[in-house]
């Protein structure tokens, strides 16, 4: 399975991808009402971009992470924290603990989860009242603008299953699908939150993001090896071996029906 791919490659996950911003956190820890004694579930941490920043609120944080690999890196991190644990666990099949939690939060990775059970199961995961939160980050237009139209070509050349013309969607034309959510009988209340960044690389520093990616890595590796020096020859000869990229993360939260 492509959520699978991660684990292969969890220290460098640990390294290229960013922390989410410091503003999203701060809006995820208001909204929850954390602080010591909260109960909290995340589903998904990787590697804790945003376990740690949550943490570090006091409360009791519990991380279920599908690979042992990137559990292991999210415990060294947590290591600060101790009222925080990572299981390795798949989440549909998690024995879900006796006493419920405050917030059950997920951050770019609930499309991994089996949509049949994981709004249901995050309910139960739930005290009446609770917090669903989802962050889910989107590849926005912005940034070295012309460098995200150039690298189409490579994209066309080395990855048969690239749409043709692909390009960079507007941030204000960017949003979730939150249907899902609004057709659910277990969550109403829904708030959507945008916090849109920046974010500068070098050449080395933007093949290591590229190669945490699940679609990269499922490339077989020659069309992997011609697309990332496809991908580096464009931004050492074109931009000075520099590019920025614009990301729009959303954070979207709601109540568990009491």
């Not at 798949?90 to 917030?103: G, V």
């Not at 669903?132 to 989107?138: N, P």
């Not at 204000?172 to 920046?198: C, K, P, Q, W, Y």
Request: proline share 7%; hydrophobic share 40%.
């Amino acid at each position: 399975m492509l959520r699978d791919t991660f684990d292969e490659a969890a220290q460098l996950y640990d390294r290229a991808r960013p922390r989410y911003p410091q503003d999203l956190v701060a809006d995820l820890v208001r909204a929850a009402g954390l602080g010591p004694g909260s109960r909290v579930l995340e589903i998904g941490p990787g590697t804790g971009q945003l376990t740690v920043p949550l943490a570090a609120s006091g409360c009791r944080l519990t991380a279920v992470e599908l690979g042992p690999s990137l559990a292991a890196v999210a415990r060294h991190n947590l290591r600060p924290f101790p009222l925080a644990e990572v299981t390795v666990a798949d989440f549909e099949h998690w024995p879900l603990p006796p006493e419920p939690f405050d917030l059950v939060v997920c951050a770019t990775a609930f499309h991994w989860i089996d949509p049949a059970v994981r709004l249901p199961r995050a309910a139960e995961a739930l005290r009446p009242g609770g917090l669903l939160a989802l962050v889910t980050t989107h590849h926005v237009k912005g940034g070295t603008v012309d460098f995200f139209e150039r690298v189409q070509r490579c994209y066309e050349q080395w990855d048969p299953s690239t749409p043709p013309d692909l390009r960079q969607v507007e941030e204000a034309d960017t949003a979730s699908d939150n249907s899902e959510l609004d057709h659910s009988e277990h969550f109403d209340g829904i708030a959507v939150r945008r916090h849109a960044r920046d974010i500068a690389y070098s050449v080395d520093e933007y093949i290591d993001v590229l190669l945490t990616y699940s679609g990269h890595r499922a490339l077989d590796a020659p069309s992997r090896h011609g697309l990332l020096a496809c991908i580096r020859d464009l931004i050492e000869t074109r931009y000075g071996g520099r590019i920025t990229k614009r990301y729009l993360h959303e954070l979207i939260t709601a109540k568990r029906v009491s």
